[in-house]
Structure formats: structure tokens, C-alpha cells
């Protein structure tokens, strides 16, 4: 299984832009799907988004048309394009490869 350490969270306003990495420990050639969860305060881990080995990506509701999930098997990298950010977007956001452990996450906080 490979570890992931995500980056890129921070402070921003309503209406900015982040962008999140995701960097794996080892290939991520063979991981069939990669995906971005989030865990806001006080509630359960959601789904954020999903991309596959063959690019086909879909996203939760809440982020469509805002938030754009991409890999790099090159790099062994997964990101997560953030824009149009709201405050109920705030959140520790977590990527995941297959069944990999979870990593510590990174922060996103959006103020309104």
C-alpha cells in the first residue's frame, strides 16, 4: 500500500482558488481509482471527488462545476482544482488511493 501526504490547504476567501496535491509514496500506475474526501467539523467524511486509471472522473454534487480532480502517474500525484470556494467547503481534505491508509489530510478553510 502507498502513504500519501496531502498539500496545499490554507486560508482563502469566498469566490478564491486552491489547489490540493496528493503525493504518493509509490506508483500509482495500477490504483485503479484515486479520490478526494473532506471531513468538515462535527460531520461524517464525505466523498469530494473520483478519477480512474482511464481519466473518467465524477464529483459530488456540492462541487460540480467548481472543483476538477486530476492524476499524474508520472509523478505518482493526484490534485484537486478549487475554485469558486465557499465557506461550506471548509474542511480537512484527505486523498486516497485504493484501499490506502488515510493520511493526515490537509486544511481548507474559506471565510466568508
Known amino acids: 500500500q502507498v502513504q500519501l501526504v496531502e498539500s496545499g490547504g490554507g486560508l482563502v476567501q469566498t469566490g478564491g482558488s486552491l489547489r490540493l496535491s496528493c503525493a504518493a509514496s509509490g506508483s500509482i500506475v495500477s490504483i485503479a481509482v484515486m479520490s478526494w474526501y473532506r471531513q468538515a467539523p462535527g460531520k461524517q467524511r464525505e466523498l469530494v471527488a473520483i478519477i480512474t486509471r482511464t481519466s473518467t472522473t465524477n464529483y459530488a454534487e456540492s462541487v460540480k462545476g467548481r472543483f476538477t480532480i486530476s492524476r499524474d502517474d508520472a509523478r505518482n500525484a493526484v490534485y484537486l482544482q478549487m475554485n469558486s470556494l465557499k465557506p461550506e467547503d471548509t474542511a480537512v481534505y484527505y486523498c486516497?488511493?485504493?484501499?490506502?491508509?488515510w493520511g493526515r489530510g490537509t486544511q481548507v478553510t474559506v471565510s466568508s
Open positions: 486516497k488511493a485504493g484501499n490506502s491508509p
